[in-house]
Nanobody, 122 residues
Framework: QLQASGGGLVQPGGSLRLTCAASGIENFDYYALAWFRQAPGKEREGLSCISAKDQATYFSDAVEGRFTISRDNAKKAVFLQMDSLKPEDTAVYHC????????????????RGQGTLVTVSS
């Protein structure tokens, strides 16, 4: 299971750090992990991915330069540091994996858990 947490209400320009905790996933360090979000009435939007071995990171244009992804394999966790938040970042944020060791250009988000709501508003 993948459980995201750390969401909440934040003012524009503020920051949040999301955590995704994995349970029941053996060899967590073998897999690339990703974050995506879904706002009401909108399509799912891929945000970021971190690969397994070399921990290469990838970001969508919408969050490049504002969000940072990292992982702690010992804790079986992946993090999304979100800075300079904007109202358009409001969405439910999910973590996911396709159980590959690389970040796919077309991820399926096969394994994903409950998301965490991020609301950016003054």
């Amino acid at each position: 299971q993948l459980q995201a947490s750390g969401g909440g209400l934040v003012q524009p320009g503020g920051s949040l750090r999301l955590t995704c905790a994995a349970s029941g996933i053996e060899n967590f360090d073998y897999y690339a992990l990703a974050w995506f979000r879904q706002a009401p009435g909108k399509e799912r939007e891929g945000l970021s991915c971190i690969s397994a071995k070399d921990q290469a990171t990838y970001f969508s244009d919408a969050v490049e330069g504002r969000f940072t992804i990292s992982r702690d394999n010992a804790k079986k966790a992946v993090f999304l540091q979100m800075d300079s938040l904007k109202p358009e970042d409001t969405a439910v944020y999910h973590c996911a994996t396709d159980m590959t060791n690389y970040c796919s250009r077309y991820p399926l988000y096969t394994y994903r858990g409950q998301g965490t709501l991020v609301t950016v508003s003054s």
